[in-house]
């Protein structure tokens, strides 16, 4: 059996988990200048929480706060923050929702989840490595990569703006 399976087992992984965001980041990388450069940053508010229940099934759901958004650089962070990008006034949430999953090696889950952005709702597979904490929580970590445009995140002035996204997270979450 393997340990994502062993820890979906255990009597104390039952229950509702609540997401730590001082031990978590939610990153992002995107191609610029034509592919020659990249632009990396982070969105620095965030909040969720997940459940597993007693026949292993897993449910979540994580809540970013759009104008969180950080590269660096607050002259681009106000333009991601603006209409053609993010349009925060209006659409002040990022969501992933999880509505299931199950164990696909050693310490990897596949999850299946739902990104919206900007209103916008679309699959988002996931492949998450499973690190048991010492402390009793539990550390989620995965990559992927979006196209922007499928949510309507279309500010490119010029053609600069690669249309895919690498998405990192690592997510610590603890029994609530």
Wanted: hydrophobic share 35%.
């Amino acid at each position: 059996m393997s340990s994502v399976a062993t820890f979906l087992s255990s009597p104390k992984a039952v229950g509702t988990w609540k997401l730590d965001p001082g031990q978590s980041s939610i990153r992002f990388e995107n191609g610029t200048m034509w592919g020659a450069l990249k632009v990396r940053g982070a969105f620095t508010e965030f909040s969720g929480s997940g459940e597993i229940k007693e026949d292993k099934s897993v449910s979540g759901r994580v809540d970013i706060k759009a104008a969180s958004i950080n590269t660096g650089l607050s002259t681009r962070d106000h333009d991601l923050r603006r209409s053609n990008f993010f349009n925060t006034d209006l659409y002040p949430d990022i969501t992933v929702v999880v509505t299931g999953g199950e164990p696909v090696g050693d310490d990897i889950a596949r999850l299946d989840a739902d990104l919206t952005v900007k209103g916008i709702t679309g699959p988002l597979p996931l492949k998450v490595e499973v690190s048991p904490l010492n402390d009793g929580g539990v550390r989620l970590t995965t990559e992927t990569t979006v196209t922007r445009k499928q949510f309507a995140v279309e500010g490119n002035f010029l053609g600069m703006v690669g249309n895919r996204t690498k998405l990192k997270a690592s997510l610590v979450f603890r029994p609530a």
